[in-house]
């Protein structure tokens, strides 16, 4: 009787991607209560950590496991966001496959490098959803500068939690034994 042995590491960070979704949606309910003064009507602030998403599977994992962490997060967006469904899936896996391409040419362990592909990830994802969903505003002109600050903060939040969101990740692969780049299991 052979024992079949399953490949987890996808899993592992579409938990991790969870729980950072769950936090940020914790942070923008939050940030409900605060209102930006200049502006005249109601306006809070709305994080967007996209790119943040997809920075630790494109970098670490082998190319199918971080896809299918990758996929399955842009469905986790799509179902919560007020997107067309398949956006986020379609955005994410483009910047994952953009990465996986480039990958082998950087240092992809070090934390600063993944806080600069998070940071361009997250900017490209963002202007590429502003750009697609601003004709349905009323006021397209007005929105643009709400978008403006809401980028500054989003950008600001991932420069802070990346180095914290790749570790965790990366201690949660030593907490199982498992390697994030072959998935064999490691002794300790």
Same mark, same amino acid.
């Given at each position: ?79 919560? +966001?007020?997107?067309? &469904? /398949? @956006?986020?899936?379609? #955005? ?5 496959? =953009? !990465? *996986? ?7 992809? +362990?070090?934390?600063? &490098? /993944? @806080?600069?592909?998070? #940071? ?5 994802? =963002? !202007? *590429? ?17 709400? #978008? ?26 030593? #907490? ?13």
């Amino acid at each position: 009787m052979t024992v079949r042995h399953y490949d987890l590491r996808w899993l592992i960070v579409f938990g991790a991607n969870l729980v950072l979704w769950w936090l940020v949606g914790l942070a923008n309910h939050s940030l409900t209560a605060f209102s930006i003064p200049f502006f005249t009507d109601h306006a809070t602030i709305h994080l967007y950590v996209g790119g943040l998403f997809v920075t630790y599977g494109a970098l670490r994992l082998d190319s199918l496991h971080g896809f299918t962490a990758t996929i399955c997060t842009g469905l986790l967006v799509d179902a919560a +966001e007020p997107v067309p &469904f /398949g @956006t986020s899936l379609v #955005l994410f896996g483009l910047v994952h496959a =953009f !990465l *996986v391409y480039g990958r082998s040419r950087f240092p992809r +362990e070090e934390l600063v &490098f /993944g @806080t600069v592909v998070a #940071l361009i990830s997250n900017l490209f994802i =963002f !202007l *590429v959803l502003s750009i697609m969903l601003i004709g349905d505003n009323p006021r397209p002109g007005d929105a643009w500068l709400r #978008l403006f600050v809401d980028l500054l903060a989003s950008q600001l939040v991932v420069g802070i939690i990346t180095p914290w969101f790749l570790s965790l990740q990366a201690q949660a692969h030593v #907490l199982v034994r498992i390697n994030p780049e072959t998935g064999r299991k490691v002794m300790l």
